[in-house]
């Protein structure tokens, strides 16, 4: 039994948050990742992220199949130009959204921003509301006034502060410069909560964050909706009439939201007992004002990659991936030395987490159904499989392969629960597959990969592996290899109905006695033998892919001609096997 030295680790990483970096502390432990916030990083551009003011509505960096900068679930409005851009939460990037099950969507309330840089999209009420500059935007499930939240809505009446009329002057670019929340369906006024330095808004030396906006140029917003509001500032014009009232009580909405606790992230599953994803079960927790920003994963089934699903030019990304499939969290080192020691250290731990973990798993499906009936694991893990897309195109996919005493099986994810582990995205015995190539070598650029070969009625499947590492590379030839070999020691004996010389047979291959032709039907049972040779007797094998296969013994019937009624390829690989683990057993091959 292996005996591992787990790692213990810490240190400053980037995390990527849809697109755009920001600053974590690490720390790896035996069995868990702690990601905590901590400041800005700079991101590719220029671009960075102003944490203290940022949305957690952002999500994690992908979910996967998904690309950063891509909108497959929301896409925004079209383009607006002009002196009265709207500000827009992406001064670098567009937004991105994702389905509940795929992308751990985050509501957040609507904000909508006035200023420089306009990409122009603006939301939608009841939905995703992403934009706003990365610095200036807001309503995070932390921080939001919905009733659903169970906040107390904030109300124009009651504030002895008075009603003032102020005249902005747009410039030739830029916009107002201000930011904007709230909207009747948040049961909110629609309030200023940011005003970007050296525009017009600022300029005006009139207007502070926490206003709420009454009117503009006469029109009245006290019961307007948020995107009412956005088309009101929007056609105001040049020069704009804004009629505000400061509300004191608005404070509770500037603070500091969280962004790394509200990852989405699912462990493993609640069927399965001794399991737990995260430290929150893969649910978002909202911070409090003292708590840290903070995500603690589970490393139990988790894949650690290094350019999977994004092009990392500089060696410098790892990607974790989620035992549900769902989530991918992208994390950026300083330089490609600090990425390959930070993967080596998560490696190990997941590594050596995983006999833990088969037993589990084995112990589970054992008490869910009798002894006989349930798959005993040998071993399982991530793996990325070449996939044809269109155009000819090849791209890796992650996906979990398990192999049992007698098969390969391939899930999407880690199947906790009975249910899962009965519907495979695909299964093939054990027998009836050969490990034909491997390739360890890792030169620039070249992919550490194995191939598998099955034999099947319709022809011979073939499947491409990578791997991340020489130890997973050797760790699946072996398991594959050994498996092959004791599956036909524990099935034993195969046979097939053909016809031989226009006579009905039936072909039995053992794995000691070897080959046994009998008559069809049998009777008496064992039915007549017709031919009966060892392994060694071979002198000959071949098919013809179709349905035929050819068997020469150096006997007087000479060549005989089966006819499978299918495909033979299963037959020719089953013979494989049988040999190949009788030549081991006899230390003739090793």
């Known amino acids: ?143 939001s006034f919905g009733s659903r939240q169970g906040d107390v809505p904030v109300s124009l009446d009651g504030s002895s ?10 410039q030739e670019s830029g916009g107002l410069g201000i930011s904007i929340k709230g909207g009747r369906e948040n049961r909110m006024p629609i309030l200023i909560s940011k005003i970007f330095p050296g525009l017009a808004a600022d300029q005006s030396r009139a207007l502070r964050v926490g206003d709420a906006i009454l009117s503009v140029n006469g029109n009245d917003l006290r019961e307007a909706t948020h995107d009412l509001a956005v088309q009101a500032l929007k056609k105001a014009g040049k020069e704009v009439t804004l009629e505000v009232k400061y509300i004191r009580e608005v404070s509770p909405l500037f603070k500091k939201p969280s962004l790394v606790a509200d990852l989405p992230w699912d462990g493993a599953r609640a069927q399965s007992p001794s399991y737990s994803g995260s430290e929150d079960s893969g649910s978002p927790k909202h911070c409090g004002a003292s708590s840290k920003d903070r995500k603690v994963m589970s490393l139990k089934m988790c894949f650690i990659c290094r350019n999977l699903t994004m092009p990392d030019l500089e060696n410098r990304l790892l990607e974790l991936h989620s035992p549900d499939g769902q989530h991918a969290v992208v994390l950026r080192c300083k330089d490609g030395a600090t990425a390959n020691s930070w993967f080596t250290a998560v490696h190990t731990n997941i590594a050596a987490l995983l006999p833990h973990t088969l037993a589990h798993i084995n112990a589970y499906l054992g008490a869910s159904s009798p002894a006989p009936t349930h798959p005993h694991l040998q071993h399982i893990g991530w793996l990325a499989e ?3 897309l269109e ?86 030839t072996r398991a594959l290899v050994q498996g092959a070999h004791a599956a ?33 039907p049998a009777d008496p049972p064992g039915g007549a033998v017709l031919y009966r040779y060892p392994y060694e007797k071979l002198r000959m094998s071949a098919d013809d892919g179709i349905r035929n296969l050819y068997l020469d013994f150096a006997g007087p019937e000479g060549e005989m001609v089966f006819d499978l009624h299918s495909g033979p390829k299963p037959v020719v690989f089953v013979l494989h096997s049988f040999l190949s683990a009788k030549l081991t057993r006899m230390g003739l091959l090793t």
């Open 386 to 388: 070449q996939v044809q």
């Open 161 to 170: 502060e008075a009603v003032r009329k102020v005249r902005v002057v747009k």
């Open 488 to 520: 036909a020691e524990l099935i034993k004996e195969v046979s097939i109905g053909c016809t031989l010389n226009r006579q009905d047979v039936r072909l039995t291959l053992h794995y000691e006695r070897g080959f046994t032709v009998t008559r069809e």
């Open 391 to 476: 155009g000819g195109r090849q791209q890796y996919k992650p996906v979990v392969m398990a192999l049992t005493e007698k098969d390969i099986l391939l899930f999407e994810s880690v199947p906790w629960s009975r249910e899962s582990w009965s519907v495979p995205l695909l299964t093939h015995p054990l027998l009836a597959t050969r490990l034909v190539h491997s390739r360890g070598a890792r030169a620039q650029g070249v992919d550490m990969v194995f191939v598998t070969r099955t034999g099947t009625g319709r022809g011979i499947e073939s499947h491409i592996f990578r791997v991340e590492t020489q130890w997973d590379l050797s760790t699946w």
């Open 1 to 143: 039994m292996a005996v591992w030295t787990r790692a213990d680790k810490n240190g400053q990483l980037d995390l990527l948050l849809r697109d755009r970096w920001i600053r974590v502390a690490a720390e790896l432990t035996r069995e868990t990742l702690t990601l905590t916030a901590e400041a800005e990083a700079t991101g590719p551009g220029g671009n960075h992220w102003d944490y203290n003011n940022s949305s957690a509505g952002l999500r994690n960096g992908m979910s996967n199949g998904n690309e950063p900068g891509t909108s497959p679930g929301n896409p925004g409005r079209g383009p607006y130009s002009g002196p009265d851009q709207l500000q827009t939460q992406n001064q670098g990037g567009r937004g991105r959204s994702g389905s509940p099950g795929r992308g751990g969507v985050s509501r957040s309330q609507n904000d909508g921003n006035y200023g420089p840089n306009n990409p122009g999209k603006y939301p939608n009420n009841c939905t995703n509301s992403e934009f706003g500059s990365p610095g200036s935007s807001y309503g995070s499930p932390g921080s």
